[in-house]
């Protein structure tokens, strides 16, 4: 997708903290932020699968020599380490971030409440809320210090319209949306802007995790549809962050076009 001049201005030199970039939409948002800052962009490159950080760092920099890229495997499920592990773990000349986009995120089973291990829930929830929130702590002093910044939360349909046999990650969600509205209504005396983006149907490695590994269960979660994809996601969080700094796209809901709400997905006859 192309941006323009005034949008590559916007993100140029700007140095992102990214999580859940080892796929999906963290992935495909690192390659489009580089893209839309014509390589002018210093990336961090949050998650567990160390392997697959190292690969993607090679991809940009392949297709950007001006890119500056930090493999940082990072467990942001691991909340109450969040800010030691930075603290010692991440260089100083990468300490100064512009952006934290918190993407990572996951959910176990489609059980009903009664049915779900323990285990699980506190899985989801450590890693959608309270890693979002504990890495979100840590950086809030630094933007307000340096008099900026820049914070994305995906949320999710999930968040605004509760659907039976997602209890957990519904909730979770719901938790997402109701910390960034009150950060953002905290942020108005500051140049930091805080935004969400809520995808309803996308299509990534996220249903194979939900369905446990079963690839050919997840499939059929997006049979008779033309979901979305990660880049469709990428382009939206590109958007948001490269228009003026004035400007703050705080809810971001999309769908693919047979989609209207959670509930509500035409599904084409067999």
């Known amino acids: 997708m192309s941006y323009g001049p005034k949008a590559a201005e ?3 030199g700007k140095t992102v903290f990214l999580t859940g970039a080892s796929s999906g939409i963290g992935q495909a948002t690192a390659l489009e932020l580089t893209e839309a800052a014509g390589g002018d962009l210093r990336i961090i490159l949050a998650a567990r699968r160390a392997e697959r950080l190292e690969e993607l760092k090679k991809e940009i920099e392949k297709r950007h020599e001006r890119a500056e890229v930090l493999a940082f495997p990072f467990d942001v499920s691991k909340h109450r ?3 030691k592990t930075l603290d010692d773990r991440l260089p100083k000349e990468w300490a100064n971030v512009d952006v ?3 993407n990572a995120g996951l959910v176990y089973g489609s059980e009903r409440v009664g049915e779900y291990a323990q285990q ?3 899985g989801i929830f450590e890693t959608n809320v ?3 929130i504990s890495l979100t702590q840590y950086f809030m002093p630094k933007f307000r210090a340096q008099g900026h910044g820049d914070i994305v939360n995906i949320g999710s349909i999930a968040g605004l ?3 039976p046999n997602g ?3 519904c909730a979770s969600k719901a938790a ?3 910390f960034t509205h009150s950060l953002r209504k905290e942020t108005l005396d500051t140049r930091i802007r805080v935004m969400e983006v809520q995808p309803g149907a996308v299509e990534t490695e996220f249903s194979i995790v939900r369905n446990r590994g079963d690839v050919d269960k997840a499939k059929a979660v997006y049979k008779g549809t033309e979901p979305l994809v990660a880049e469709d996601i990428a382009e939206i969080i590109t958007f948001n962050l490269t228009r003026r700094q004035n400007t703050v796209v705080a809810d971001t809901l999309v769908f693919p076009s047979h989609q209207a709400s959670a509930a509500h997905i035409y599904r084409k006859p067999e």
């Open 120 to 122: 699980d829930i506190d």
């Open 161 to 163: 319209d509760p659907y």
């Open 130 to 132: 309270l890693g979002l």
């Open 167 to 169: 209890s957990i990650y």
């Open 81 to 83: 380490e969040v800010a």
């Open 10 to 12: 916007r993100i140029a």
């Open 176 to 178: 997402v949306r109701s």
């Open 100 to 102: 934290l986009i918190n």
